[in-house]
């Protein structure tokens, strides 16, 4: 049996933020609102009990900062971000067309590609692409990794041809 990788700060801040996301266009709640309940939230003790079965990834709080970054930023710019997103899809298809939690990791990603210099654009797409995979079993998680991929080809092109290593 594998185990899934342990989860840091950073990416369960993007999780937690796509889901304040959430609860703010379709739970009607203000953003000030969601983002001081997410970081006021306790985590739960992390278990010492490995025999129970339970094949449930241990969360640690969100890195605050981030969260909070992503949280505002998409709630915020959202008009932009939709540009940036509908120039990156095919001619096919819009972001009205697209279902609301791929919308929502797309917004989340494409803010953090665009106004985060401080995160490596690969890290970002790699981010957003796990939690597409979290969700979504089909070509979600593609059509994510193409639309950060065109984004960030575009706002971060020295960073995406640079070599590695």
Do not use: C
């Not at 609102?33 to 739960?44: E, F, K, R, T």
């Not at 929502?104 to 939690?131: K, M, Q, S």
């Amino acid at each position: 049996m594998s185990e899934s990788p342990p989860i840091n700060r950073r990416s369960a801040a993007r999780l937690a933020a796509v889901q304040a996301l959430y609860q703010i266009q379709f739970g009607g709640a203000s953003v000030e609102d969601v983002i001081a309940q997410a970081i006021g939230m306790q985590p739960a003790a992390p278990s010492t009990d490995d025999d129970d079965g339970d094949n449930e990834v241990k969360m640690p709080p969100p890195d605050p900062e981030l969260f909070g970054a992503i949280v505002r930023g998409v709630s915020g710019g959202r008009v932009r971000l939709h540009e940036l997103i509908g120039g990156a899809l095919t001619t096919d298809w819009t972001v009205e067309r697209l279902q609301s939690l791929v919308r929502l990791i797309l917004e989340a990603g494409v803010f953090e590609l665009t106004e985060r210099p401080d995160v490596p654009p690969r890290v970002t797409i790699n981010e957003y692409v796990n939690l597409a995979h979290a969700f979504f079993d089909g070509a979600e998680p593609g059509l994510v990794n193409g639309v950060l991929d065109a984004i960030a080809k575009s706002y971060r092109a020295r960073e995406m041809t640079g070599t590695r290593g």
